[in-house]
């Protein structure tokens, strides 16, 4: 089975920080895009980083400088290394990944089971 795990997430005063990291596990043939979005209660998932397999990345302007994106190629897997965290970066983080499976190397887009992140005042 496919499938994305995430960890590191939890509680954090403001102006700390988190790292966040995910492992695609799986018969994966070759994985494309990873990222993270994260999810305000009421609201729509949102960007916060992306990374290709080529390691060029972007960024939400509201995590510029504060986040990094990284990634493992050889061991499939990507961390959001999350600094001068604010309340506002309160939400529920989800890592995400396009990969290519199977013998017909169909396109497969993966999502992992979210991780709350609380930063408090």
């Known amino acids: 089975q496919v499938q994305l795990v995430e960890s590191g997430g939890g509680l954090v005063q403001a102006g700390g920080s988190l790292r966040l990291s995910c492992a695609a596990s799986g018969t994966i043939l070759s994985i494309e895009t990873m990222g993270w979005f994260r999810q305000l209660p009421g609201k729509q998932r949102e960007l916060v980083a992306v990374i290709t397999s080529g390691t060029g990345t972007n960024y939400a302007d509201s995590v510029k400088g504060r986040f990094t994106i990284s990634r493992d190629n050889a061991k499939n897997t990507v961390h959001l290394q999350m600094g001068s965290l604010k309340t506002e970066d309160t939400a529920v983080y989800y890592c995400?990944?396009?990969?290519?499976?199977?013998?017909?190397?169909?396109?497969?887009?993966?999502w992992g089971q979210g991780t709350q992140v609380t930063v408090s005042s």
């Open positions: 995400h990944a396009d990969t290519v499976v199977g013998q017909r190397y169909n396109y497969l887009e993966l």
